[in-house]
């Protein structure tokens, strides 16, 4: 029995320092192939990057320059990202607005960069807007735009910052083939999936800090109850979710390693 709890205490201790000193300083790169069957052809070459939830330190400057080098390896069409830049209690300077601005700016798209709003980003809701603007991120903020790409049919984009105005956004005097959704919460496909939007990118759940194998993410916030990790499939509709790159309160991920999700049209 003695030995059997030393063992026990001994493999506890390892997975808290795998936790809290390797896996949080990882950026691993997910790629998936997003359900298409009603898009234009032209765009089943379209590569999307998405990534979510940096709440930036400015201790981790080191990890925002290793996201910026893995965005720009992927060579992407499209950057996506779904909100919560900032992080709640960190007191920022100009210097630290700046490198944002910079980091940003330096991701590279052949096409565009799109952003929506997080819960945190409200707080800093003027501020946010202005480092997205000045890293080139266009901000839907419960808006919608159509994308065009080769060809005359588009597909139309929304970014969701609450899920009041769907229909709305959908409608549209030019004609489109197939709908993306860009909303901050994940727990927002409940109601996005009775609409006729084909997939959703989210983030916020961090992926539930802890994934446990054959379970899933431990700690489910408000937002994220219900779809935390990975993706989903409901009503002929797909959810795909960052797991965030970020941490809210206590510096630790266990078998969930900070990422960014690359996607391709199939």
């Known amino acids: 029995m003695k030995k059997f709890f030393i063992i026990l205490i001994l493999l506890l201790t390892c997975l808290f320092l795998d936790g809290r000193y390797l896996e949080v300083n990882l950026l691993k790169v997910n790629y998936y192939n997003i359900p298409a069957k009603e898009i234009p052809d032209s765009f089943k070459d379209l590569k999307i990057v998405h990534f979510s939830d940096l709440l930036y330190e400015p201790s981790n400057e080191k990890n925002l320059n290793k996201l910026l080098k893995k965005i720009n390896n992927e060579k992407a069409d499209i950057i996506i990202f779904s909100g919560d830049l900032l992080k709640n209690g960190v007191k920022y300077q100009d210097k630290d607005y700046n490198k944002l601005k910079d980091t940003l700016k330096k991701m590279n798209a052949n096409l565009y960069k799109y952003a929506v709003i997080g819960d945190n980003d409200q707080k800093y809701l003027e501020k946010y807007k202005d480092i997205m603007y000045e890293g080139e991120f266009t901000l839907l903020d419960n808006e919608s735009t159509l994308l065009f790409y080769k060809d005359e049919t588009p597909i139309k984009i929304i970014g969701l910052t609450d899920?009041?105005?769907?229909?709305?956004?959908?409608?549209?005097?030019?004609?489109?083939?197939?709908?993306?959704?860009?909303?901050?919460?994940?727990?927002?496909?409940?109601?996005?999936?009775?609409?006729?939007?084909?997939?959703?990118?989210?983030?916020?759940?961090?992926?539930?800090?802890?994934?446990?194998?054959?379970?899933?993410?431990?700690?489910?916030?408000?937002?994220?109850?219900?779809?935390?990790?990975?993706?989903?499939?409901?009503?002929?509709?797909?959810?795909?979710?960052?797991?965030?790159?970020?941490?809210?309160?206590?510096?630790?991920?266990?078998?969930?390693?900070p990422s960014i999700n690359v996607y391709k049209f199939n």
């Open 163 to 257: 899920t009041s105005n769907i229909e709305n956004l959908l409608s549209s005097d030019i004609d489109y083939k197939y709908t993306l959704a860009i909303t901050h919460k994940p727990d927002n496909f409940e109601k996005i999936s009775n609409y006729n939007i084909d997939a959703t990118l989210s983030g916020h759940s961090l992926g539930g800090v802890i994934d446990i194998p054959f379970y899933g993410g431990l700690i489910k916030k408000a937002g994220a109850k219900k779809y935390v990790n990975k993706n989903y499939n409901y009503n002929n509709s797909a959810l795909f979710i960052s797991n965030g790159l970020g941490y809210h309160k206590f510096n630790f991920r266990l078998f969930n390693a």
